[in-house]
T-cell receptor, first 117, second 113 residues
């Protein structure tokens, strides 16, 4: 089965703790993305990576960190510096887009719902 | 800031009716995409329309793109209760060259059986 997986589905943490969300894909995609979604809202880009060992900040990167050591994996760490970490986190992957030829469709994982109390 | 903004925010229709959702964006684009999200799930890609295309069809979906007005519409014909979901437009950004999509805030569609 080809696809993108996120684990766990639900995650609970105490305030002040760092937490790492897992994202794995076996679609052989070069690009991977992390989004945050708050209730009733759209997706906001946290970080993205177009190739292994390289990643860029998105629109709301503060309080988050990522690594891209393997093509298949793009873990997201929510640090204690993130002021409002409770949200639904979505990971996606795609073929790497090019500036003048455009982006490709993204394939999404099922999401991780993080609750911090 | 959000690149794409959908209108209306919420839409409730009867089964069999058509549903139209609109999206506006701000920058020059290579393409525009529409996605669907069932409650509490990941997004699913529906259709991609390139900046040099004006209309595209896929099954019961019809997408239009007007680059002069920086707007797009998604029409779902003969809606079904299973079409109940949130729908998002997403665009790339030719001006900055950022190789990532920016998503709008979405339209929540409720199809009453």
């Amino acid at each position: 089965d080809g696809g993108i997986t996120q684990s766990p589905k639900y995650l609970f943490r105490k305030e002040g703790q760092n937490v790492t969300l897992s994202c794995e894909q076996n679609l052989n995609h070069d690009a991977m993305y992390w989004y945050r979604q708050d209730p009733g809202q759209g997706l906001r880009l946290i970080y993205y990576s177009q190739i292994v060992n390289d990643f860029q900040k998105g629109d709301i990167a503060e309080g988050y960190s990522v690594s891209r050591e393997k093509k298949e994996s793009f873990p997201l760490t929510v640090t204690s510096a993130q002021k409002n970490p409770t949200a639904f986190y979505l990971c996606a992957s795609s073929n790497a887009g090019q500036r003048f030829s455009g982006s490709y469709e993204q394939y999404f994982g099922p999401g991780t719902r993080l609750t911090v109390t | 800031s959000q690149q794409g903004e959908e209108d209306p925010q919420a839409l409730s229709i009867q089964e069999g009716e058509n549903a139209t959702m609109n999206c506006s964006y701000k920058t020059s684009i290579n393409n525009l995409q529409w996605y669907r999200q069932n409650s509490g799930r990941g997004l699913v890609h529906l259709i991609l329309i390139r900046s040099n295309e004006r209309e595209k069809h896929s099954g019961r979906l019809r997408v239009t793109l007007d680059t002069s007005k920086k707007s797009s519409s998604l029409l779902i014909t003969a809606s079904r209760a299973a079409d109940t979901a949130s729908y998002f437009c997403a665009t790339d950004d030719l001006d900055t060259g950022r190789r990532a999509l920016t998503f709008g805030s979405g339209t929540r569609l409720q199809v009453q059986p």
